[in-house]
């Protein structure tokens, strides 16, 4: 083995738990040990567990059945002394609980009229300036925000215009804020299109189309500037956008990189260093990836006006856990190299990623 070979992080299995049920989501509870399990029981009820790592084990603390499957879930928009998790369901519900008695939520809106797929949250865990606000994306078309001191009705909704064709919403995510006005929302559909809306403004910034269907989205981080974006597809291929400079026709600039054959599910940044990151795909791996910034990151088009040059994308490890999709993927906020995901085998792994200070 070279010795570069020997400075490469590894992806090692920490623990395994095998779950009766279909799992959607999982998360870990900030400041905490602890990690949640979303999805959908056999008897078509949703079911929430939520487990302690205890050394080489996780230990189940509680499980908690509501009406209709959770599909996805988010702490990002309470602060850490609540904690509260919100969450979208096959009713179009969206949640917030306090997981210390979850049986009655503290915030409940029938958000939209099929199922969320994806939801965010900003302003809360010290992620973002501004209001605590939660965006949710659904099959019904529509992307909307909320803000859970204000009843029934999204602060935001972005729909198709008259007469436009409804597409399904797969991903959203929150980015750019870094003061107390600004805030985007960026939202992928199942037809390809990437939309960019301007909250502070109440406008769409910025659309793409990457030919596929996108899975997941996610800034590196949502406190700063936007910096860059990651849309992963339906096809294996991501694609990260530089937005840092926005050119007048042409918008970002992008690299984009054939991960794998099958779907890429899921893209998350390591949150102690956002030049990594991780995608989780359907043939069940996990690959580790590091943005390199270009000498410069903008320059001069013929017009004069401002335009980004992307980056280059390096493979620093990948590893198989299963024969089937993993769908879900988060890193611990407090333990670098850290994180869970689930799969749809029915099992939800811990892993320890090593030597991340290397890279």
């Not at 400041?31 to 008897?43: E, F, K, P, T, V």
């Not at 908690?64 to 509260?84: D, H, M, N, W």
């Not at 860059?228 to 690299?255: C, I």
Request: with cysteine; glycine share 10%; proline share 4%.
């Amino acid at each position: 083995m070279s010795a570069a070979g020997l400075e490469r992080p590894q992806l090692v299995s920490h623990v395994q738990q095998a779950l009766s049920y279909t799992l959607f989501d999982c998360k870990w509870v900030p400041r905490s040990a602890r990690l949640l399990c979303l999805g959908s029981a056999a008897r078509g009820t949703g079911l929430l567990q939520l487990y302690e790592l205890r050394g080489g084990r996780l230990a189940l603390l509680r499980e908690i059945e509501k009406a209709k499957p959770i599909k996805c879930g988010t702490f990002g928009a309470t602060s850490l002394q609540q904690r509260y998790l919100a969450t979208g369901d096959f009713g179009g519900n969206l949640n917030i609980w306090n997981l210390e008695v979850p049986e009655i939520p503290v915030y409940s809106v029938k958000g939209h009229k099929e199922i969320i797929n994806s939801i965010d949250g900003v302003g809360g865990l010290g992620i973002g300036e501004g209001a605590p606000e939660i965006v949710t994306g659904s099959r019904d078309g529509t992307v909307k925000v909320w803000d859970p001191r204000q009843k029934d009705t999204p602060v935001a909704n972005m729909e198709p215009v008259q007469g436009e064709s409804k597409r399904d919403c797969w991903t959203v995510t929150f980015g750019n804020a870094y003061n107390q006005e600004e805030r985007v929302v960026c939202a992928g559909y199942d037809n390809g299109d990437i939309k960019l809306f301007d909250l502070k403004t109440m406008s769409l910034r910025w659309e793409t189309n990457i030919k596929n269907g996108v899975c997941s989205l996610e800034f590196d981080r949502k406190d700063v500037n936007m910096n860059k974006l990651v849309a992963t597809s339906l096809e294996g291929k991501f694609h990260v956008f530089d937005m840092r400079t926005q050119h007048p026709t042409k918008g970002f600039a992008s690299v984009s990189e054939k991960a794998q054959k099958s779907t890429i599910w899921q893209v998350r940044h390591l949150p102690q260093n956002r030049d990594i990151f991780m995608t989780s795909g359907g043939a069940g791996s996990l690959h580790l990836w590091k943005y390199e910034y270009p000498a410069q990151r903008s320059k001069k088009d013929s017009e004069g006006a401002e335009m980004g040059v992307a980056g280059s994308v390096s493979l620093l490890q990948n590893v198989t856990l299963s024969t089937q999709p993993i769908s879900s993927l988060d890193w611990s906020p407090d333990k670098k190299g850290l994180c869970v995901c689930g799969a749809f085998d029915q099992t939800v792994r811990v892993l320890i990623v090593t030597k991340l200070n290397k890279v």
